[in-house]
């Protein structure tokens, strides 16, 4: 039910009305150039992209007919040839850039119900793309909706607009609690590296990185679910977050693609009974093997009663780890290459505690000698320890830029 490309007159002229009157961005000497535009699904929320020859700033304001948004890029020309852009998810019609004063470009953006961004973040250039700034919008109440466009919304966001971030703890308070999992361990060696290294020895030395860096700062406790080199099932992974009431599991891995040397890049997962796409679900699948390597191990059931409660899992865990991933994929890509479509969603059995905000990170892959190199480098483990921690730090609303 593709539809072609539509500009509302309404739109345009709420546009230039609030283009001429709001106050005007500071001028640069040379405006970006927009590149591409994009339209798509990922993990079950509707997502823009849009390239740029420079990081990308914007801001979304409502329309007047209270059913669609404008999306203005302050300093920015048209370079591009006209999109084909048609009809996805929450978006009905997507419309042309219109120059407007001050060369800001306006973009209408038709909405099949009313939406408020998720998340929206910064991606650095990378594969052939330029900068992007990322927007992804989820459906929302109507009233909801009225409350996030009160005022036009400042892009990217450090955080997400309705969700307000867990509250800063005050001395004395209870510090936050951090489960971080190195994946894999004693008789599974997770991914084997061309050199013939191991997944698992760079899971535990980054997540010892991790630790040590999130126990200087004096904010967190930290828990890690193995400290050597041992075996440990997924669904007890879980559990230990679960019975400490973990305010957030991280679960450390990196992958390896046989007969690829060319891919590299860090990936973000979160938990979704369907995957995102063919990919995170044969990752999924590689992962959740680990548990077959457990000969002679006593097998509970616990994996079902963690289905079972997931079902009843409250929205907001989700949501949290939904933007803690986010968080976490933008904070990555200003150390490191990030994968194509680095935020990703698939049923990880690790990812299964329906009451902690859970998240999966691909350092890279064992299969490039470049991400190789990266991660068995102490200089590269640190990069990586000190993104995840700025991404933790965001999360618990701590700004530590
Ligand atoms: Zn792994």
Do not use: C
Not at 133 to 155: C, G, Q, W, Y
């Amino acid at each position: 039910m593709a539809r072609g490309i539509s500009i509302k007159p309404l739109v345009l002229i709420l546009f230039l009305v609030v283009t001429v009157l709001g106050a005007a961005p500071p001028v640069q000497a040379e405006p970006l150039r927009l590149t591409g535009l994009q339209l798509g699904l990922n993990a079950g929320l509707t997502r823009l992209v849009v390239e740029a020859s420079g990081p990308p700033a914007a801001s979304l304001a409502a329309s007047a007919d209270g059913l669609g948004l404008l999306l203005s890029l302050p300093a920015m020309r048209w370079a591009a040839p006209a999109p084909t852009i048609t009809a996805g998810g929450l978006v009905a019609a997507l419309g042309l850039p219109v120059s407007g004063p001050d060369g800001q470009l306006g973009i209408a953006i038709d909405l099949i119900e009313p939406a408020v961004v998720e998340r929206a973040f910064h991606l650095a250039p990378q594969g052939g793309r330029g900068h992007r700034l990322v927007i992804d919008l989820r459906p929302a109440e109507p009233n909801a909706f009225a409350a996030a466009f009160v005022a036009p919304v400042h892009l990217p966001l450090d955080s997400v607009v309705d969700i307000a971030p867990p509250p800063v703890g005050t001395p004395g308070e209870r510090r936050r609690l951090i489960v971080l999992d190195a994946g894999h361990g004693g008789q599974d060696p997770g991914a084997i590296s061309a050199s013939g290294r191991y997944e698992k020895d760079i899971t535990l030395n980054v997540a010892k990185a991790v630790a040590q860096r999130l126990r200087a700062t004096g904010r967190y406790r930290v828990l890690m679910t193995r400290e050597s080199d041992r075996f440990i099932r997924l669904p007890e992974r879980v559990a230990l977050a679960r019975a400490r009431e973990a305010d957030l599991f991280l679960s450390i891995h990196a992958d390896s693609l046989s007969g690829d040397r060319a891919t590299r890049g860090a990936s973000v997962y979160t938990r979704a009974e369907a995957a995102s796409d063919t990919e995170a679900e044969a990752l999924a699948l590689r992962e959740n093997r680990a548990d077959q390597l457990a000969d002679g191990m006593p097998v509970n059931e616990v994996d079902d009663v963690v289905s079972i409660l997931l079902d009843l899992a409250s929205r907001d865990t989700a949501r949290l780890s939904s933007r803690f991933a986010g968080l976490l994929t933008a904070s990555m890509g200003e150390t490191t290459p990030l994968r194509r479509n680095a935020l990703r969603a698939a049923n990880f059995r690790v990812l299964s505690a329906p009451d902690v905000p859970s998240a999966l990170l691909e350092l890279g892959y064992l299969s490039n000698p470049a991400d190789e190199a990266l991660l068995f480098s102490e200089a590269g483990r640190d990069r990586l320890a000190a993104a995840v921690v700025g991404a933790i730090d965001r999360f618990f609303g701590v700004d530590s830029r």
